[in-house]
């Protein structure tokens, strides 16, 4: 079935550093790749997504891209600091239906 | 302020016995959804809805349901809650479906037990 596969499940990195986390999808119809992020205690919230007319957006210190061939998308965070820590989400339109499926997440942990 | 509430936001309940986990959105979204996050698997949707009266399932429907009557609620019903249940759940709302932000909300700490 349909799948959208996020790496690493946990990443650690020392704050500056970047982090990228990558999502690999299965329909190559997907046209809408968003990035959410889940503060302790908290909704998953967007914090950038991309359409695929493009292959990367950028909105300050986080960016995704997109590869259409490969069917993968990525978020990368640079000059990371210690309230980048959270979980991120990556998802993709399911085929033929109004919803969303989700990756498993990736718990990033920034040590100041 | 545009927000998705969900209430309560946790709750210890009995196996079996009925209860109803409410949710709202004030920003006219046609679609809102119900997804159960649990660790290691991530965020599973349980069923969403695209407008008034349409509802579908997702991934993990069973022992759930719901209805969409008005077009901000969009509450989920567990008829019979088993331990298997227990859970975190978000309810999310969107423009449009799944080509749009989807906001959600605070989050449902449930424990069946």
């Known amino acids: 079935g349909e799948n959208v596969e996020q790496h690493p499940s946990t990443l650690s990195v020392q704050e500056g550093d970047s982090a990228v986390i990558k999502c690999t999808y299965s329909?190559?119809?997907?046209?809408?790749f968003p990035w959410y992020k889940q503060e302790l205690g908290k909704g998953p919230q967007l914090i950038i997504d991309i359409r695929s007319n493009v292959g990367e957006k950028k909105d300050q210190r986080i960016a995704v891209t997109l590869n259409k061939t490969a069917k993968h998308f990525s978020l990368h965070i640079t000059e990371t600091q210690p309230e980048d820590s959270a979980v991120y989400f990556c998802a993709a339109p399911r085929r033929g239906q109004g919803n969303l499926i989700f990756g498993k997440g990736t718990k990033l942990s920034v040590k100041p | 302020e545009a927000q998705v509430t969900q209430n309560p936001r946790y709750l210890i309940t009995v196996t079996g016995k009925k209860l109803t986990v409410t949710c709202s959105q004030n920003?006219?979204?046609?679609?809102m959804s119900w997804y159960r996050q649990d660790p290691g698997l991530g965020l599973r949707q349980i069923y969403y809805s695209m407008n008034v009266e349409v509802t579908d399932k997702g991934d993990v429907p069973e022992g759930y349901k719901v209805s969409r009557k008005e077009k901000r609620n969009f509450p989920l019903i567990l008829e019979s809650p088993s331990p298997n249940q227990t859970s975190l759940y978000f309810c999310?709302?969107?423009?449009?479906?799944?080509?749009?932000?989807?906001?959600f909300g605070q989050g449902t700490r449930l424990t069946v037990v």
């Open positions: 999310a709302s969107s423009l449009q479906g799944r080509s749009t932000e989807a906001f």
């Open positions: 329909d190559s119809a997907s046209n809408y």
């Open positions: 920003m006219n979204h046609e679609y």
